[in-house]
């Protein structure tokens, strides 16, 4: 029996939606719609049980499942032998992911019929508001005035998508030409052909293009500053920074709101090796980059089974986290997919936040097997506070930890330990042209002149701030999106997103360098000798698996895990 699977909202049920499943049913056997309980952006008019049993009324159709999560249609693709799509999906990254396991039939719309239609003509669009939205640095980030090969931000792109599904009018605006032409009619003359056939090959879904700003309700755009920012902006204060360096031109409220009272959460990534899902796609990329010379096969930052190897030991992190660091508000834990939480964890914990890659990290560079990837995109998770810590699963906080270690006095204290000079990153591995391309970086575009050295920072957990981030992306994100494009591992061509935000802010005098953050913690390779006896009473250890850590790796985890045992033998919150 030959399986067909599709996937749609399919609220209010009209004619294309028929023709459509009419369609894909002829493709096989046996049909399965997949149905969005709760689409993006939009407030279904029949509830998933109502749409459920619309559908199942068909003749075509012969189940129907629940997505709760765009990723949820994987869970049903790979038993298929046939994924249905609308032709408009034909260039989405995850389509082409998709029709590298399975067939993927694309099938026409049926012209001018849509949901939004329909809706208009039961009179519900006199209901929904404009949106205008700017286009540079919002769903467009250019480099060079290259417009025509400005890179997408397909997540900004859905939502703005499905608002405009909803039924929302939207507006698209841009100042492109703005300083070149003398006239609106030269502007469009010049710049319009070239936006809209963007537009039109990145599936962007809008009512108008303005070259200005038009009335709206509401205004999406990189450089906008609320009144209560505009009333706080420090003018004597940002004025001097701007003037050695011109990073930040518009950063609202951050030195002021840095201080104990704040949230702060912490986010740590977590990748189970054991994961047969997890385990296929790791393989068939690895492979596939071996063969295309992306990858080379020796590469072990890249292969390296130290990168995920599972110690058996999770669970002593945020046990540390509860006991020693109760300041903290919320822990989010980020994993790839549902299949990677882990089996103990307590789903219900209110300080506990789960977070798939597909929510935060842009829809063509998944799936990732890089940390230097996920961590480039935090600042992209909707609900994390302005103020965060950023770890990895062998960051262990062994003793108490002050609310103020990482934010206080007004201002970002950064860790660091010695310096790392130039020649430090002269060597043709992989680790070693990252951290050249970070210095070649910061010097191209933040100091702005040669450095002699750059200071070395350990690995060890570091305080970001959101706000400046999404500042600092907004200017840089296709230099930087260009740089961990090229693999979905680590790649002698990334960079280092922690090292560039840290520089960035040290450099235009948000953060200060302190080694007191550092003072009473350390870095640990796991050996089976390790005198645990030395890091009793340290605050922060990293103890890291590295190729050394593969002599007698039984009796170093045995050793490790009593350790962590003898210092957190109470579950925490975080466990079932």
């Known amino acids: 029996m030959k399986k067909v699977f599709t996937t749609g909202t399919f609220d209010i049920l009209h004619y294309g939606h028929i023709s459509f499943l009419r369609r894909a049913k002829a493709l096989g056997d046996y049909l399965i719609v997949g149905v969005n309980v709760t ?53 989405y990254d995850d389509v082409k992911h998709i029709s590298q396991k399975t067939k993927v039939v694309f099938i026409d719309r049926t012209p001018k019929i849509s949901t939004t239609v329909e809706k208009a003509w039961l009179g519900e669009q006199e209901h929904f508001k404009t949106l205008c939205v700017d286009i540079d640095n919002t769903i467009a980030f250019t480099k ?38 003398k006239t609106i009619e030269e502007r469009i003359a010049k710049y319009d052909e070239i936006t809209r056939k963007w537009l039109d090959a990145n599936h962007v879904e809008y009512d108008e293009l303005w070259f200005g700003k038009p009335n709206a309700d509401f ?26 360096i011109k990073v930040i031109e518009e950063t609202p409220k951050l030195l002021e709101t840095c201080n104990t009272n704040d949230k702060i959460d912490i986010i740590v990534p977590w990748v189970d090796e054991n994961d047969p899902a997890w385990q296929k796609d790791f393989e068939y990329y690895q492979d596939q980059e071996i063969a295309e010379k992306i990858q080379k096969a020796e590469n072990k930052q890249a292969f390296g089974k130290e990168r995920t190897r599972d110690w058996g030991v999770f669970k002593y992190w945020f046990r540390g986290v509860e006991k020693n660091c ?45 940390t230097l990837t996920i961590e480039t995109f935090y600042y992209r998770i909707p609900d994390l506070s302005n103020f965060f810590i950023v770890c990895n699963d062998d960051f262990y906080f062994l003793n108490p930890i002050p609310n103020d270690l990482f934010f206080k006095n007004g201002k970002i204290h950064q860790g660091m330990k010695g310096s790392r000079t130039k020649n430090w990153s002269n060597g043709n591995g992989t680790w070693s042209r990252i951290i050249s391309n970070n210095n070649s970086f910061i010097e191209k575009y933040i100091t702005k002149r040669t450095m002699p050295s750059f200071h070395h920072y350990s690995h060890l957990p570091d305080g970001r701030v959101k706000s400046f981030e999404i500042d600092f992306m907004s200017k840089y994100y296709a230099e930087i999106y260009d740089k961990m494009k090229v693999s979905r591992f680590r790649h002698p061509k990334n960079v280092i997103p922690s090292l560039l935000y840290i520089d960035a802010m040290k450099y235009t005098g948000y953060g200060i360098l302190d080694s ?33 850590s593969n002599r007698d790796f039984v009796q170093a985890q045995k050793n490790l895990v009593a350790f962590l045992e003898s210092k957190f033998p109470e579950k925490s919150q975080f466990e079932k």
């Open 219 to 244: 205004y999406i755009d990189d450089k906008n500053m609320s009144i209560d920012a505009l009333l706080d902006f420090k003018i004597d204060e940002v004025a001097p920074i701007q003037k050695q």
């Open 39 to 91: 689409p993006e952006g939009k407030t279904p008019f029949y509830s998933y049980e109502e749409r459920k049993e619309i559908l199942m009324s068909l003749k075509y159709v012969d189940e129907v499942v629940p997505l709760y999560r765009q990723a949820d249609k994987f869970i049903y693709i790979k038993y298929a032998d046939i994924f249905a799509c609308g032709a408009e999906y034909r260039e």
């Open 144 to 181: 060079d005035r290259d417009f025509e090969h400005s890179l997408p931000d397909k997540q900004v792109i859905a939502k703005i998508n499905a608002f405009h599904d909803a039924g929302w009018k939207v507006i698209l605006s841009t100042a492109r030409g703005g300083k070149s032409c």
């Open 516 to 548: 007191r953050v550092y003072k009473n913690s350390c870095y640990a390779e796991i050996t089976a000798r390790m005198n645990y006896k030395i890091y009793e009473n340290k605050e922060m250890v990293c103890f890291n698996d590295t190729a050394n």
């Open 326 to 370: 109760p300041w903290v508000n919320k822990v989010f834990l980020v994993v790839q997919r549902e299949s990677q939480v882990p089996e103990w964890i307590n789903r219900e914990c209110p300080k506990l936040r789960i977070v798939y890659h597909d929510e935060f990290i842009p829809a063509e560079l998944l799936p990732t097997f890089s």
